[in-house]
């Protein structure tokens, strides 16, 4: 059985895997589970997307005229991070690259991530550095799966994803797991989404034109949750219709085009990092209308 860390304070208390890092438990101030239980719809909860998100063409990275086999959101998410601290409201969790990356993945990194309860809210932190001497390529995102409905005998339908923003702009959809060029008219209305399943029919919905940087998952008489972030500049919101889960996902990155097979470096959605340089990258779930609110008045 995979080792389990488990964090909390303020109410909240989170349970992280060592095996892709990957968070599986998040019960809030109501005691009440928020997180996907995995299960056969799909195994996982919130794993990390690392180094890329989504597919690329024939599941294939080029770079400097050599092909590497690269499969759908990267390697991380199967990879055991090694444990570099430990508190009783924090963890901190790394990966680097070795001689099993290298096979997929020509670059050298060190990716840490911080998992943090504090102010009644778990803060996400992704530091992504590059060690080498020539620049790294990457994407990265996170995949977390909450329940839905929130609550047992709650509709599916009696749940909306309120942005922070008004959000006109077309959305994105995938073709076989790639990015179909043509935008799709938004189903949000003016900020707010009224879920429905049949949403998902047709795989993910992607906001790659996005204004908002924190959206509320509600229901009537549930705990709202809120996610923010910052350094993300995607939204991809995932679900099977037949399974009792909604992703909300901040990337940054994309699937390949459904007509791109070119060099990696030259990726829609692929950011660069100069040699012995880093990014930060970060998401906070907070639960209940308290601690939500300290995010959407601002205050975090």
């Known amino acids: 059985m995979d080792e389990i860390v488990t964090i909390s304070g303020d109410g909240l208390t989170a349970r992280i895997k060592h095996m892709g890092a990957e968070l599986c438990s998040l019960v809030g101030p109501a005691n009440e589970e928020v997180l996907w239980q995995a299960g056969a719809a799909w195994p996982r909860h919130a794993p990390i997307l690392f180094p890329i998100v989504g597919k690329l063409s024939n599941d294939t990275l080029h770079h400097r005229g050599r092909n590497y086999r690269m499969t759908q959101h990267g390697f991380a998410r199967d990879r055991r991070f090694a444990l570099e601290d430990q508190t009783a409201s924090l963890v901190r969790f790394s990966l680097e690259d070795d001689a099993l990356t290298a096979e997929a993945y020509p670059f050298h990194f060190k990716l840490n991530v911080t998992f943090r309860v504090e102010a009644g809210a778990l803060t996400v932190t992704y530091h992504l550095a590059n060690p080498g001497e020539s620049s790294l390529g990457a994407s990265i995102g996170a995949h977390p799966a909450f329940r839905w409905p929130l609550r047992p005998g709650t509709a599916k339908t009696a749940h909306t994803i309120t942005f922070s923003h008004i959000e006109r702009a077309p959305v994105r959809r995938l073709r076989n797991g790639l990015l179909d060029p043509v935008a799709r008219a938004s189903p949000v209305d003016a900020d707010v989404l009224a879920l429905d399943p049949s949403f998902f029919s047709d ?12 959206v509320r998952y509600s229901a009537p008489g549930c705990e709202p949750i809120v996610i923010a972030w910052s350094g993300f500049n995607a939204l991809g919101l995932w679900a099977k ?38 990014r930060l990258f970060s998401h906070i779930i907070a639960i209940g209308e308290s601690s939500s609110k300290a995010i959407t008045d601002g205050g975090r």
């Open 203 to 214: 795989d993910a919905l992607i906001f790659d034109q996005l204004d908002s940087r924190w």
């Open 241 to 278: 219709p037949e399974a009792e889960f909604l992703c909300i996902e901040p990337w940054s990155g994309i699937a390949s085009p459904v007509d791109f097979d070119g060099a990696f470096l030259d990726k829609p959605g692929v950011f660069t990092i100069a040699p012995d340089e880093s």
